[in-house]
């Protein structure tokens, strides 16, 4: 595929790539978006990609059913903050109760919304545009700036796993180690959780593994045969960059360590047991070391899960409030049973949860269920429970069409790597809130966005400018008049033949 010319890239095209460019960089930044002033700037920077990427729909090229499922996660919080008489109110499952007990509390009920608490609904559904701004503008770039963006998203993520490796060893917190404190459990880099750190390492180790994969092959213009040749490629460029992407990989895995996540550096041994099977026929694009390196990258892919299973018991720490995981999650389904089948209403969680915390977890605020699952059907009932299952459902159909038999490309090496990447994720969200941090939602829908596209969409990447060629191409000029047109040479003999000298008369 080749790149456009510059007249082809549209000032659009530019600023989406440099607003999605600069909403990656700066999301994990500051608290990873979670402080007030930097989610502001999250929300603006989502504004303007929505206004671009919905300025021209018609290069999104995004399937009906994507199309459904978006509109419903932007409608379904609003539909919890349209009036609703209190007659109609009180008549909901689990909510007349609690408006109730409200009532009694402050000596009046609660406004005539759905949601119970209706201005944290309308926060989170401002938090929701910044994941579906980055998605929607992903979609619309073509596949350079995709690889442009997943080429800064490694850079993040390596620079993150760095500074989690001098939080570790730091023996005092500071400005320099942006606020961290070595009396904690884990380094966490700018993230105020190590368990997020993990989760956007976790996500972002697939596609250095992936990359690894790509390159490590030798030149196609190479046809020579034998392992030695096969080899000999490192001291090539393609050689050195998959040492590079091996290099990033280590420390991704380091940094993963050190952030003391159980479920991180679990799910670190799942990534590359995954990993290592979906790529072992796909080696260099089209499998050049065959049957035995698919064997070899399967064997060093469950060796190294499998001594990773050490570190998982000695490096992993789960503190009190962690350990009481379970607990919350039990408090939470009872809560969910209770406001069935409707929810208490998006955002909600923080100010209804008190109501069913249980007396052990006295001393502590529960802001999270640490099950991302049950809190979204906690709020949003059963409407919200349709709306997962209607997601996982395209991200499984969507594998249907990218894990194809044919030689894959570098992009295709990436998208396959964006769903495994996704994959860790969600299955992390049994156990946590990562999507609940904005710097994860944007890395989650820009994978998302890499994932779901087209691999033979057009680029409307912005290109370096492309000099025309002055001077015609040979093959196509014509002779000039009164120019003797050569004679062609008849055909030698072979060059692997011995001249005869008799036989053989020069013409």
């Known amino acids: 595929m080749t790149a456009p010319s510059p007249s082809q890239v549209s000032p659009r095209a530019r600023a989406l790539f440099g607003l999605v460019f600069i909403t990656l960089l700066f ?9 007030p002033l930097p989610l502001l700037a999250l929300e603006l920077l989502a504004l303007s990609l929505l206004g671009l990427a919905l300025w021209n729909p018609g ?9 459904i499922a978006l509109v419903l996660i932007l409608l379904l919080p609003l539909l919890y903050l349209v009036y609703l008489p209190a007659g109609i109110l009180d008549g909901v499952p689990g909510q007349g109760a609690y408006r109730a007990n409200l009532a009694r509390v402050f000596g009046e009920g609660l406004d005539g919304a759905l949601s119970l608490v209706a201005l944290q609904t309308q926060t989170s559904w401002l938090v929701l545009l910044i994941p579906i701004a980055v998605f929607l503008a992903t979609r619309s770039l073509g596949q350079q700036s995709q690889l442009r963006l997943v080429s800064l998203l490694l850079a993040i993520a390596a620079f993150q796993a760095t500074l989690a490796l001098v939080q570790f060893g730091a023996s005092q917190g500071g400005l320099l180690l942006f606020g961290f404190d070595p009396s904690g459990s884990g380094a966490a880099g700018t993230y105020p959780n190590r368990n997020h750190l993990a989760g956007l390492l976790e996500m972002t180790l697939p596609i250095a593994l992936a990359l690894l994969l790509y390159y490590l092959g030798r030149d196609r213009s190479d046809r020579k045969r034998g392992w030695r040749r096969k080899v000999s490629f490192f001291a090539s460029l393609r050689g050195h960059t998959a040492l590079v992407y091996g290099a990033l990989a280590i420390l991704l895995v380091l940094g993963i360590i050190f952030t003391r996540s ?43 899960s499998i001594g ?21 999650s039990a408090a939470a389904i009872e809560g969910l049973a209770t406001f069935l089948p409707f929810g208490s209403g998006p955002g909600t969680f923080p100010t209804v949860f008190p109501a069913f915390q249980p007396l052990e977890l006295g001393p502590w605020f529960i802001n999270r269920a640490h099950n991302d699952y049950v809190e979204w059907v906690f709020d949003g009932g059963i409407p919200a429970a349709l709306l997962i ?9 969507q594998w249907t069409r990218i894990y194809s038999r044919e030689t894959w490309s570098r992009y295709r090496f990436i998208q396959v790597a964006a769903g495994i990447g996704l994959l860790m994720l969600l299955i992390h969200e ?9 710097a994860n939602m944007v ?41 003797p047109t050569p004679k062609p040479k008849p055909a ?10 008799f036989l053989d008369v020069p013409s």
């Open 430 to 438: 049994f156990f946590d809130y990562n999507l609940h941090t904005p």
């Open 27 to 35: 999301a994990p930044l500051f608290r990873a978006g979670l402080a």
């Open 308 to 328: 990773l299973a050490p570190v998982l018991d000695r490096f992993s720490f789960g503190g009190a409030l962690e350990d009481a995981r379970w607990t919350i």
């Open 492 to 501: 030698g003999p072979a060059t692997d033949q011995i001249t005869n000298p």
């Open 59 to 67: 290069r999104l090229s995004i399937k009906p059913m994507e199309i």
């Open 389 to 397: 299952l209607l997601l996982l459902g395209l991200y499984l159909f």
């Open 262 to 304: 159980r479920t991180g550096i679990a799910l670190a041994m799942l990534g590359i047991l995954l990993t290592t099977i979906l790529y072992s026929r796909r080696i260099g694009g089209d499998n050049v070391y065959g049957p035995t390196g698919t064997l070899v990258v399967i064997v060093v892919g469950i060796g190294v």
């Open 443 to 483: 890395v989650f829908a820009l994978l998302a966005g890499v994932f779901f596209s087209d691999s033979d969409q057009a680029d409307s990447a912005p290109s370096r400018r492309r000099h025309k060629r002055r001077t015609p191409h040979l093959s196509g000029a014509e002779p000039a008049v009164g120019t």
